[in-house]
């Protein structure tokens, strides 16, 4: 038996408005999980202190600080101008003493600097 087109059309828009009623919700949750995550990271990414320059000095390792059970550690470098500084080695490498390595020195745009061991001279 076949169905006049005005059935035919009826039962097709029947069809389609019970798969709107049974998705729609979901994918409005879904619209609405999306946004919450959009609005979080870009809230966050605001408050980040951006890097502005990043310059590369020379030093010598004074004092070992370890840090966690992963490896990372904090050195007190001696830098060749004369300053002292903390910097941070995620290497799992212990620096001896008097070690003489490469830091990079960051500035960020608050104003801070941060170091970090960027590679061991002569190796």
Do not use: C, F, N
Request: hydrophobic residues 40%.
């Amino acid at each position: 038996m076949r169905l006049s087109d005005e059935k035919a059309r009826r039962l097709w828009m029947l069809v389609w408005r019970e798969r709107a009623r049974r998705w729609l919700p979901a994918l409005i949750g879904l619209l609405a999980l999306a946004g919450a995550a959009i609005y979080m990271l870009s809230s966050q990414t605001q408050r980040v202190d951006r890097t502005l320059e990043v310059r590369e000095r020379e030093g010598t390792v004074v004092s070992i600080k370890q840090g966690g059970s992963r490896g990372a550690s904090t050195l007190r470098v001696h830098l060749s101008d004369g300053q002292e500084v903390d910097a941070h080695s995620v290497s799992r490498l212990v620096l001896p003493l008097g070690s003489h390595i490469v830091i990079a020195e960051t500035r960020h745009a608050s104003g801070r600097l941060t170091y970090d061991v960027v590679r061991v001279v002569g190796q």
